[in-house]
């Protein structure tokens, strides 16, 4: 139906930056809201960011002011910019959409598969 594949971990210095980018194909009627979230070793899940598809963001506190999320609706992609990245931002990412497919049933949530983000002090 819906597939997100997320690109753009991998292991980074302490005031580096990364760009994760996950782009969703599939059924899709339209996409509703797009996020990344998170899960360190040992820790539940969390919202890192999320932007409604009218571009209406909102933020982790422990992110805001580092990290910015934007998506480009012609290609069905949500990307998280991460800028002065530190030691505890170190987690999978995962992607998270929630799509109205052509069939106009209920929105449906999806999940990418995960992208490791590594931040060595």
């Known amino acids: 139906q819906v597939q997100l594949v997320e690109s753009g971990g991998g292991l980074i210095q302490a005031g580096g930056s990364l760009r994760l980018s996950c782009a969703a194909s599939?059924?899709?009627?339209?996409?509703?809201?797009m996020g990344w979230y998170r899960q360190a070793a040992g820790k539940q899940r969390e919202l890192v960011a999320g932007?409604?598809?009218?571009?209406?963001?909102n933020y982790a506190d422990s992110v805001k002011g580092r990290f910015t999320i934007s998506r480009d609706n012609a290609k069905n992609t949500v990307y998280l910019q991460m800028n002065s990245l530190k030691p505890e931002d170190t987690a999978v990412y995962y992607c998270?959409?929630?799509?109205?497919?052509?069939?106009?049933?209920?929105?449906?949530?999806?999940w990418g598969q995960g992208t490791q983000v590594t931040v060595s002090s």
């Open positions: 998270n959409s929630i799509v109205t497919l052509v069939d106009l049933t209920a929105p449906r949530t999806y």
């Open positions: 599939g059924s899709i009627f339209l996409i509703n809201t």
């Open positions: 932007i409604t598809s009218g571009g209406r963001t």
